[in-house]
């Protein structure tokens, strides 16, 4: 099925075994518990959520958990591995990191707070190529990929401290007229990077064979 961005049309019709980060680590500078990395660290370190905890900050850790295990999965592979097929599928995981790069900030950005996209997005002519993203990801380099998902993952989270409640309605309702809150908002991100962390366990195995959680 094709990739919708949220204001799309059809929206709504909708190096090894990696494990989990180590655990033990001393308390942090921030005050956080042992073991537990700050949500919201740029380094994007892959730790298990706990398991007690008011809702938001449960549904920041699920969320920052797969978005850790996107960037995991792609570490380590240069531009054309990053850029590696598998069968019919025009699927790469050059793509999937720069598509989500655009949902982050889509969602988080121009959903929930109301501004307008920044770059690389406002100047691209969607009805060209609604699958801009994905088609010109396997020209870039993987670090460029990264910092444009790392930057975008952290703009996401600013949006959701400034919003601060789940039941903040978003500034932009879907296209039919009906509301989303961050809640909403939340869950689909946690859904929609878990999905397309699946597409990723595939494209990551059929390139090196390694595989993991």
Request: aromatic fraction near 6%.
């Given at each position: 099925?094709?990739?919708?961005?949220?204001?799309?049309?059809?929206?709504?019709?909708?190096?090894?075994?990696?494990?989990?980060?180590?655990?033990?680590?001393?308390?942090?500078?921030?005050?956080?518990?042992?073991?537990?990395?700050?949500?919201?660290?740029?380094?994007?370190?892959?730790?298990?959520?706990?398991?007690?905890?008011?809702?938001?900050?449960?549904l920041s850790q699920f969320l920052d958990y797969?978005?850790?295990?996107?960037?995991?999965?792609?570490?380590?592979?240069?531009?054309?591995?990053?850029?590696?097929?598998?069968?019919?599928?025009?699927?790469?995981?050059?793509?999937?990191?720069?598509?989500?790069?655009?949902?982050?900030?889509?969602?988080f950005g121009k959903v929930l707070l109301g501004?307008?996209?920044?770059?690389?997005?406002?100047?691209?002519?969607?009805?060209?190529?609604?699958?801009?993203?994905?088609?010109?990801?396997?020209?870039?380099?993987?670090?460029?990929?990264?910092?444009?998902?790392?930057?975008?993952?952290?703009?996401?989270?600013?949006?959701?401290?400034?919003?601060?409640?789940?039941?903040?309605?978003?500034?932009?309702?879907?296209?039919?007229?009906?509301?989303?809150?961050?809640?909403?908002?939340?869950?689909?991100?946690?859904?929609?990077?878990?999905?397309?962390?699946?597409?990723?366990?595939?494209?990551?195995?059929?390139?090196?064979?390694?595989?993991?959680?």
């Amino acid at each position: 099925m094709p990739f919708l961005r949220p204001d799309a049309p059809e929206f709504g019709a909708l190096e090894r075994r990696l494990g989990w980060a180590p655990s033990g680590l001393g308390p942090q500078a921030d005050g956080q518990p042992e073991g537990r990395q700050r949500v919201g660290s740029p380094a994007m370190e892959r730790t298990d959520p706990d398991t007690t905890g008011d809702e938001l900050t449960l549904l920041s850790q699920f969320l920052d958990y797969h978005r850790a295990t996107l960037v995991q999965k792609v570490s380590g592979l240069d531009r054309h591995q990053l850029g590696t097929k598998l069968g019919p599928s025009g699927l790469t995981l050059a793509g999937l990191v720069k598509h989500m790069a655009l949902v982050e900030d889509s969602w988080f950005g121009k959903v929930l707070l109301g501004r307008e996209e920044g770059e690389p997005w406002a100047s691209v002519d969607w009805d060209a190529d609604p699958d801009w993203e994905f088609h010109t990801a396997v020209d870039d380099e993987p670090e460029e990929l990264l910092a444009l998902y790392a930057d975008a993952c952290e703009r996401s989270r600013a949006a959701i401290a400034e919003a601060g409640d789940l039941d903040r309605v978003a500034a932009n309702p879907s296209r039919r007229g009906e509301p989303f809150n961050l809640r909403w908002i939340m869950l689909h991100m946690i859904e929609e990077t878990a999905r397309h962390n699946g597409h990723a366990d595939l494209l990551r195995e059929n390139i090196d064979g390694a595989t993991g959680e």
